[in-house]
Every structure is written in structure tokens, then in C-alpha cells.
């Protein structure tokens, strides 16, 4: 499914930097911890939701 809009564990708004981190940490093109450095990600929990996020969209889209 899509990222959730805040993390579980404190609450803090992360799926505004979904987009970002995504097409700037895609194909280990950039460290994803610097990625999540530049865009303010300092939280350990938030972190952890945006690098094991796995986009299942296209996956369940058919069976809706």
C-alpha cells in the first residue's frame, strides 16, 4: 500500500518525503541515510518506516 502520512511509533508527519527519498535513494543512487539526513528523517522510527516500505499499489490495484 501507499506510506502511511505519519509514523506509528511518535506520530511525526513522514509521507510528505515519501516521493523524494524514493526517486533520490532509487537504484542506490544516493546512501538512503544521507537522503533521510537531508530531509530532516532524524527519528529512528521514521526512518525505519521509510527504508522498509515496500509500495504495493500496482500489486493489489487490480482487486479493488
Keep these: 500500500m501507499m506510506i502511511p502520512v505519519r509514523c506509528f511509533s511518535c506520530g511525526k ?4 518525503h515519501w ?4 526517486e533520490r535513494a532509487r537504484d542506490g ?3 538512503p541515510a544521507a537522503v533521510l ?3 530532516g528523517v532524524d527519528r529512528h ?4 518506516m521509510m ?3 515496500r509500495d ?4 493489489v ?4
Design 13 to 16: 508527519v513522514i509521507g510528505e
Design 51 to 53: 527504508v522498509s516500505h
Design 56 to 59: 504495493l499499489v500496482d500489486v
Design 61 to 64: 490495484s487490480p482487486y479493488q
Design 19 to 22: 516521493e523524494e527519498f524514493e
Design 29 to 31: 543512487e544516493e546512501d
Design 45 to 48: 522510527c521514521c526512518r525505519r
Design 37 to 39: 539526513d537531508d530531509l
